[in-house]
């Protein structure tokens, strides 16, 4: 084993958090902003890079070269480690930044490697590399949106991902094939053939508010899927949010709309 073995328990359902036994000397990696709280006898420390082997063994350029890649996902350059220094076990909390599930992956059960969307990953065990997987047909990199440039992770420890909504985890069989909302895609083993393929039909593509574009996957492998995008669940948000000029909103008879009214909003 490369990676740090730890211990860990879900709480929550649809805004879980995850906690994290760390036994003495013990090290978690997690992305900046997850932590939720933990206890006395950790110590935090900002990361260039994934503080994976890996980057470590290359030097500085080998850092160089992993925080990078992870400016291409969108992601910060820099990781928190929370490291066990007391004598006892210890435990620190990661949540969950929107609501849905949080899932928990083995990597030495899967081959040492997950390929995941690129806001997915939540924390891991130290040891574990957080990559960039690109994917090798042009036309998922330039229609792809979310689908072309996407994390991976590797080693033999565990790594714990985010999605929204309820996570459907589905087997595809040898050559079975499954086409999927690019945004609703959340990670699949190494064996699975990924592609971007345009909707067909013009009226679908234009009228069918279902995107120009889905992710076809190919067996065999394993898929997880997602049933609430964050990018769908924001842009329901903004789309309901007030349009009055300074933020407020008379409309659909609200108690908030009434009282507007009585004290002379216009």
């Not at 997987?133 to 985010?162: N, P, S, V, Y």
């Not at 895609?185 to 909707?199: G, P």
């Not at 349009?243 to 407020?248: I, L, M, S, V």
Request: a negative charge; hydrophobic letters at 40%.
């Amino acid at each position: 084993m490369n990676n740090h073995e730890i211990d860990y328990k879900l709480y929550g359902d649809d805004m879980q958090f995850v906690e994290v036994e760390l036994d003495p000397r013990e090290t978690v990696v997690a992305e900046a902003g997850s932590l939720m709280m933990m206890e006395d006898g950790i110590s935090m420390e900002t990361i260039f890079g994934d503080g994976s082997d890996g980057s470590a063994s290359g030097g500085i350029m080998g850092k160089l070269m992993g925080a990078g890649k992870r400016m291409l996902t969108g992601e910060s350059l820099f990781m928190t480690t929370f490291t066990n220094n007391g004598s006892g076990k210890k435990h620190v909390y990661f949540a969950s930044p929107y609501p849905g599930k949080i899932i928990p992956m083995d990597l030495s059960e899967m081959g040492g490697k997950i390929i995941c969307q690129k806001d997915a990953f939540l924390a891991a065990a130290k040891g574990v590399s957080v990559g960039v997987e690109f994917q090798r047909k042009l036309g998922t990199g330039f229609f792809g949106g979310e689908g072309f440039i996407m994390q991976k992770l590797e080693g033999d420890g565990l790594a714990f991902l985010h999605a929204g909504g309820t996570i459907h985890k589905k087997h595809l069989q040898p050559g079975e094939v499954l086409r999927v909302d690019t945004g609703c895609l959340v990670a699949m083993t190494k064996e699975v053939d990924y592609n971007i393929e345009m909707v067909k039909g013009v009226k679908t593509a234009l009228f069918g508010g279902e995107g120009l574009f889905f992710a076809t996957l190919r067996g065999p492998g394993t898929v997880w899927v997602q049933s609430l995008p964050f990018s769908r669940l924001a842009s329901r948000v903004f789309a309901a949010a007030p349009q009055t000029p300074g933020g407020g909103s008379k409309g659909e008879g609200s108690l908030a709309g009434g009282l507007f009214d009585i004290l002379g909003g216009k």
